[in-house]
């Protein structure tokens, strides 16, 4: 980096003049990213009037050198070229001849100096073939092949997975693996986050560099985007919400000009889908609900529509009965909570691959996220955090009266809910709800008839099924609850676009050496209508 250069990053991009070769380097990637500094004026900052002089003089002093060398064999050559002797003729008496005026010769002409750049041009098309000149962008080197994501056979517990081969849907998208493009742009996004929260201290090896800066260019413009510029997703005046799409120039500018107020509420959807791929994946209950993704709001205001009703009769001069309607439109409103996740990492460890490390940070993030996703959807209060099946009002209530579980106990809770409740739901996605204990003294049940021990349920009891239907695990739940559930009637709203924040500061992360990262996702979530449940709070303790 020549002074021309940096004279230009102070004058056009506020560096200081006593800072670090990575201070330059970092705004030279940032003017070359937001295209303050264009190529050809790049090209000529770097320019040195010195360096092209001698490159001339180089090249006039290779051509003389060889000049040089090839003078002997000239001369030799010359010496031993013979010609025939010519045949003597009778001398003629002199005749005095007037000597011929000598012209003075004129100086040679220097030839034209040509620049070190023009000299390799010129050489590369000797051969008369076309010269072929192009870039290589840095999202180039990473190939883009990608294929449908499937549910694993096999859930985290080595049980069958109910959707295993099936293709992971988020609403109305169809997720795939991610291409090493995907992966490299969720470094460097990660990387860019560290540095616009400006946090000290952190290994070179997580440091943007130019070709990350390049990276986060292609990014800002060919890849689509989630979450929200300016504003943490509520109503908030002057909020751009943005869902899975592709950034506008003034929303470049905004993500990249003040990424510390207006960045931290958006992420690539690559990202964000690498978060929320691992409850998807491995969930014992989130893959079977209904999950509608939203970009903005705290809460969702909705409507819930009931069945009509009709009565016989008809007969001449008699009127039909009318519908009374009031009641058949109800509220269906939603608030959206947030979770929140903390890690402490090792900068050391973060040094020595800080690639292997971010997948790592991704799959324990997605873990922590579905076990929470997982208890919200089964136990949740519903005033500080979404709303759980086992409290939804109106839910039917089945007693199992504080013994031991019977085969007519499980019975009635499958006929607690009604046949058109069930009609168009997958029979895989209709399941019970319960702990560990619950499950294996559902399993233990005999047949009842003396001397005969078989199991009522059959002895596959890895399987997790009741009555042909899944059995969730969820062990915050007491041995007194269980329940029996249409999954896709309980709706989840997810906020796109995870928040990340991280720091090295205080005494305790500087003494540890270590960086504190955070996370924050929102979700709300509750049942259609208790019709879709049944509710058990007398099993056995």
Not at 482 to 505: K, W
Request: with cysteine; hydrophobic share 40%; aromatic share 8%.
């Amino acid at each position: 980096m020549n002074p021309k250069l940096k004279l230009w990053l102070q004058e056009h991009m506020g560096v200081a003049e006593d800072a670090s070769a990575d201070e330059f380097s970092n705004a030279l990637g940032k003017a070359l990213a937001t295209g303050k500094l264009t190529g050809e004026k790049y090209a000529d900052l770097l320019r040195d009037p010195k360096a092209e002089q001698a490159s001339e003089i180089k090249s006039l002093l290779t051509d003389l050198a060889a000049g040089i060398k090839s003078l002997p064999e000239q001369l030799a050559g010359l010496m031993t070229k013979t010609t025939p002797e010519p045949v003597a003729e009778p001398k003629a008496a002199p005749v005095a001849v007037a000597e011929p005026v000598v012209e003075p010769k004129a100086a040679p002409t220097a030839p034209k100096k040509r620049s070190l750049f023009a000299d390799m041009f010129a050489k590369m098309g000797t051969d008369g073939a076309a010269m072929d000149v192009s870039t290589f962008d840095a999202h180039k080197q990473y190939a883009t092949t990608k294929s449908a994501l499937r549910f694993a056979t096999t859930d985290k517990h080595s049980r069958p997975h109910p959707m295993g081969g099936q293709q992971v849907r988020d609403g109305d998208r169809s997720l795939d693996d991610q291409s090493e493009l995907d992966k490299a742009a969720c470094g460097v996004w990660a990387k860019f986050l560290l540095h616009s929260q400006k946090v000290s201290g952190i290994p070179a090896s997580m440091r943007m560099t130019d070709h990350d800066w390049q990276m986060l260019d292609y990014m800002s413009n060919d890849m689509k985007w989630s979450g929200c510029l300016r504003g943490d997703g509520t109503e908030t005046e002057g909020v751009i919400g943005v869902r899975g799409r592709l950034l506008s120039t003034n929303e470049k500018a905004a993500l990249l000009d003040d990424a510390t107020s207006d960045g931290l509420e958006i992420a690539p959807i690559v990202f964000d889908d690498a978060i929320i791929t691992v409850p998807y994946l491995y969930g014992e209950f989130f893959p079977y609900v209904t999950v509608v993704p939203i970009t903005r709001g705290r809460r969702i205001e909705g409507g819930a529509i009931g069945q009509v009703t009709g009565s016989s009769g008809g007969a001449d001069a008699t009127d039909i009965p009318l519908f009374d309607s009031t009641s058949q439109v109800s509220a269906f409103d939603t608030t959206i909570f947030g979770w929140n996740g903390a890690i402490e990492i090792g900068l050391d460890f973060l040094s020595d691959s800080p690639i292997n490390v971010g997948a790592i940070i991704t799959q324990m993030y997605g873990e922590a996220l579905m076990a929470w996703l997982d208890e919200q959807i089964v136990m949740g209060d519903g005033s500080t955090e979404p709303e759980g099946i086992v409290e939804k009002s109106g839910t039917t209530s089945v007693s199992h009266g504080s013994i031991a579980p019977t085969l007519s106990a499980y019975v009635n809770m499958v006929a607690g809910i009604a046949k058109n409740e069930k009609a168009t739901v997958p029979a895989e996605r209709i399941m019970f709800g319960g702990n560990e204990t619950s499950y294996y003294r559902a399993r233990q049940i005999a047949t009842g008839v003396t001397g005969d021990t078989r199991l009522v349920f059959g002895d596959d009891i890895e399987s997790y099924s009741v009555l042909g239907h899944r059995y969730g695990i969820n062990n915050t739940m007491p041995n007194t609850k269980l329940f029996f559930a249409c999954m896709p009637r309980y709706r989840m709203y997810r906020r796109l676009g995870l928040s990340m924040r991280a720091s090295t500061e205080g005494k305790t992360l500087i003494r540890l050496n270590q960086m504190l990262l955070t996370a924050r996702a929102r979700f709300g979530g509750q049942l259609e209508r208790g019709a879709c449940a049944v509710y058990v709070s007398t099993a056995q303790a």
